[in-house]
């Protein structure tokens, strides 16, 4: 991989791209970035664990969004309880 300097007009395209409000990926979208930020040698299901995964995330961060989450003491006592069985 090269270490050439990108041009000024792309650093500050890329600084104005980073400022913009994200938008909520549709499942397309989310599919194909991860399609995209595979490797060339990725296996199909690779790709395919990829965007399972991405879409879990994206489920976490919507959960989460709502408000629907786990305070940190009562997942300690859930995991503190899977691991005694």
């Given at each position: 991989?090269?270490?050439?300097?990108?041009?000024?007009t792309?650093?500050?395209?890329?600084?104005?791209?980073?400022?913009?409000?994200?938008?909520?990926?549709?499942?397309?979208?989310?599919?194909?970035?991860?399609?995209?930020?595979?490797p060339?040698?990725?296996?199909?299901?690779?790709?395919?664990?990829?965007?399972?995964?991405?879409?879990?995330i994206?489920?976490?961060?919507?959960?989460?969004?709502?408000?629907?989450?786990?305070?940190?003491?009562?997942?300690?006592?859930?995991?503190?309880?899977?691991?005694?069985?």
């Open positions: 991989m090269s270490n050439r300097q990108l041009p000024r792309t650093k500050s395209a890329a600084k104005k791209a980073a400022k913009r409000p994200k938008l909520p990926l549709t499942d397309k979208q989310l599919a194909l970035q991860a399609i995209r930020q595979a060339d040698e990725a296996t199909l299901h690779e790709m395919i664990e990829r965007i399972e995964i991405m879409a879990a994206e489920k976490g961060i919507k959960a989460a969004d709502e408000g629907r989450l786990i305070p940190h003491e009562e997942v300690k006592r859930r995991v503190k309880q899977w691991l005694s069985k």
